[in-house]
Structures are given as C-alpha cells and as structure tokens.
C-alpha cells in the first residue's frame, strides 16, 4: 500500500490544481464581467494588442462601464477613427459626462464643424450639474435681525443648458414671511463657477398690516461655486420692494443626496 501512494500523490496534486484554478481574466470576461474586460482590455494596451484592447473595451461598453466607453472613444479619436468614435463618447454624453463632451468637441473640430464643437464646449461647462436642487440660504438683513430661505431649483440642460433656472422660495426674515417663484439666469465663466441673478415674485403668508404691497417683489445677484453634480455654494445680496436689502449665504445639495441625508437623519 505504501508502494502506492508515491503514484497516487501527483494525481491528487493536479486534480487539486484543477479545482482551484483562478479564471484568467479573458474567462471573466467572456462569462459577462465588464470589470474584467476593461481590465484586460488595459493589459493588451500594455502588450501593444492594439485591435484586441478595443474589442475588450468594446464589451465592456456594452456592459454598462462608462469608462471603458470614454477610453475606447477616446483611443479611436486619437487614432482618426472619427466614425468609429463616436458611439461610445455619445454614450457616456447621455450620462452628462464633461469629460465626454469636450472629446466629442474635439471629434466634431477633427471634422470641421467648429460651431458644433463651439456648442459641446459650452455644454460641457455645466452638463454635469445637478438637474433639481434643494438649497437652505442664511440672510442677514442690513436693518438688523437674521432671516433664512427655502429653495427647489430647477435647471434642465434643454433651457441655455443649465444657465436658465426656474424655482421657488419659501423666504423667512425678522418681520415678513413670502413664498415666491423664481427665475433666474446662470452665467459659467468655468465648470466650478458662475455669477447669476434672479427675480423673485410671490404672496406674503403673515398678516401684516404695514405692507405697502400685498406681494413680494425681489431680485437677487450673486455668483455660485459649484461641486459638479453634487451641489453648490452660494453667496451674494437681495432686495424687495417692501423688505430690507439682505446679504445671503446659500448651500445647495442635488436633491437624491437631500433625500439620503434626511432619510438618515
């Protein structure tokens, strides 16, 4: 029996071996990883398996990975494959991508369309931006007190993209409460920054006897600093017709992340 067990050891080995086999990354790949095909698909660019790298990209693009998307676009564009680039940017374009954006400007330049890469550089400088925003407004009137305001904004890439904002206000101070809708234009000098004014119209909601007017009459002009999608800062001064001219000081949060923050409250 003892004889025996040298011959048996190595059959023991290999079918442990077999067992334990690590799938290579082409294997996680066919069987539907894109993270496994974006990967190998870096590896090939490394070995210089140009044609190879692409086709990986190119599942893993048809997985739902937005970044072998860009990267595949992105390499067909440097090799002057406009047409074969194109797909994939648009792609990641659909998901309000600026880093997407300004590669499809650099395709539509490559063509000679300047006014349509003209038009993709001015989207991309707000594309990413939030589409609905809840924001909260510390005001410090110049006659004294402090107030504090409300907001929904609404600035969809159909209106100027994202520079047309539409909204409203819940507006509290010292001696006067208002609910207003909004309207306003953003003007962005960068991706992270852009100077607006809005107009604010609306009802009082207290009682007051000494209104001049039965409804708030306002404007605001500030500028904002702006985190991509997930937010704003705000800072900037406002006036009304029958209220005091007030410093403000705004936080704005998309409004998925409001949810998440309240619903952990």
Known sequence: ??????????????????????????????????????????????????????????????????????????????????????PPLRKVYDEDSEEATLALADLQDARGDQVGAAQLRYEALSIDKSTTEFAFAWRVPFDGGLGMALDVNVQPMGLKARRLTLGANLGLGPNLVSLNATVGYQHFVTNWFAPYGRALVGPYLDNSSSRRIPINVGAELGMKFFAGPIGHLGTGFGTSLDGSTYYFLEAGLDWLLTLAVLAHL
């Open 1 to 86: 029996m003892s004889c025996l067990l040298p011959c048996l050891l190595p059959v023991a080995c290999v079918t442990t071996s077999e067992v334990t086999r690590v799938p290579s990354l082409e294997e996680k790949c066919d069987g539907g990883s894109a993270w496994a095909c974006e990967t190998w698909a870096k590896q090939l660019q490394v070995d210089g398996r140009t044609e190879e790298a692409d086709r990986a990209f190119g599942l893993a693009c048809a997985m739902g990975s937005t970044s072998a998307c860009l990267t595949q676009g992105k390499d067909r564009l440097a090799r002057g494959d406009l047409d074969g680039a194109e």
